[in-house]
């Protein structure tokens, strides 16, 4: 290493062994000592002297950059201190992390887990449900209503009525919809039997076919029914507006009758 980045002395490092020592100029360690020069002693004033003494020494002047180490470092130049600091230092032990547990799936980047998503689910269950039980509730109370004012809806609307014979929710009487019409009656004498006939139409006042049920000829004194005979329809049913005539012949009738009624009676069961 040169004396002139040696300067005035350095301390050096062994970068195999890590030995440290100061090295001096070869030059300044091999000149001889300079003798003292003899310096004539000259009188000086005592108070100069005190003066002398009490003034500060001036700070040492900075070495000459020729004087100036190198940038340049070898293989035994001295590390800085912040290298040997930084050879110095131990790193810290990193904290132990244990075994962790695999992220669940619902939990991993590629799932569809959203915060909330069961709440919400629960949430749109519920509305659903409202909505239904009222829609039930809602629908009970029409029908209720239908049923309660079927009268008065069947005379605003009269096609309704054919609606209610269909649900089974028209509450009305026997032959509703027809009526007789021009209906008459006679005696008829053969020998010793008397034989009483009725005879009328059937009008359909509906906008709808009604079926015909069976016909009844009853014979009242005052208010006791005294006879009375069931006959068949003359027809199953009746379109729209259409009118049929009917026969009725009750033999031997009761003399005691004053007066006679047809009405509609219901159809005698089927034999088997």
């Known amino acids: 290493m040169s004396d002139a980045a040696l300067g005035q002395g350095r301390n050096l490092k062994c970068a195999r062994c890590a030995h440290k020592w100061f090295q001096t100029p070869e030059a300044a360690a091999d000149a001889p000592a300079a003798e003292p020069a003899v310096v004539e002693r000259q009188p000086v004033a005592e108070p100069a002297l005190a003066e002398r003494e009490r003034e500060p020494a001036p700070p040492p002047s900075p070495p000459p950059l020729d004087d100036l180490p190198d940038r340049g470092q070898s293989a035994f130049d001295e590390p800085p201190e912040d290298e040997e600091d930084a050879d110095g230092v131990t790193e810290a032990p990193q904290p132990h992390l244990g075994r962790l547990d695999p992220i669940p799936p619902s939990l991993s980047a590629g799932s569809r887990f959203r915060p909330g998503a069961g709440k919400?689910?629960?949430?749109?269950?519920?509305?659903?449900?409202?909505?239904?039980?009222?829609?039930?509730?809602?629908?009970?109370?029409?029908?209720?209503?239908?049923?309660?004012?079927?009268?008065?809806?069947?005379?605003?609307?009269?096609?309704?009525?054919?609606?209610?014979?269909?649900?089974?929710?028209?509450?009305?009487?026997?032959?509703?919809?027809?009526?007789?019409?021009?209906?008459?009656?006679?005696?008829?004498?053969?020998?010793?039997?008397?034989?009483?006939?009725?005879?009328?139409?059937?009008?359909?006042?509906?906008?709808?076919?009604?079926a015909i049920p069976a016909l009844r000829l009853t014979l009242v004194d005052g208010e006791r029914i005294v006879q009375e005979k069931t006959t068949p329809p003359p027809v199953a049913s009746l379109d729209p507006g259409g009118t049929v005539g009917f026969r009725i012949a009750l033999e031997r009738p009761d003399p005691s009758a004053?007066?006679?009624?047809?009405?509609?009676?219901?159809l005698p069961a089927t034999q088997p």
Not at 125 to 141: H, I, Y
Not at 181 to 194: M, Q
């Open 120 to 210: 919400t689910k629960d949430a749109d269950r519920g509305g659903r449900r409202s909505w239904l039980v009222a829609g039930a509730l809602l629908l009970a109370g029409i029908l209720a209503g239908a049923y309660a004012f079927q009268d008065w809806i069947v005379t605003m609307v009269p096609p309704s009525a054919e609606a209610y014979r269909l649900l089974g929710l028209r509450d009305e009487p026997l032959g509703a919809g027809l009526t007789f019409r021009n209906y008459s009656s006679e005696r008829r004498v053969n020998g010793t039997e008397e034989t009483l006939v009725v005879r009328g139409v059937i009008a359909n006042t509906t906008d709808a076919a009604v």
């Open 258 to 266: 004053r007066r006679f009624e047809v009405s509609f009676a219901p």
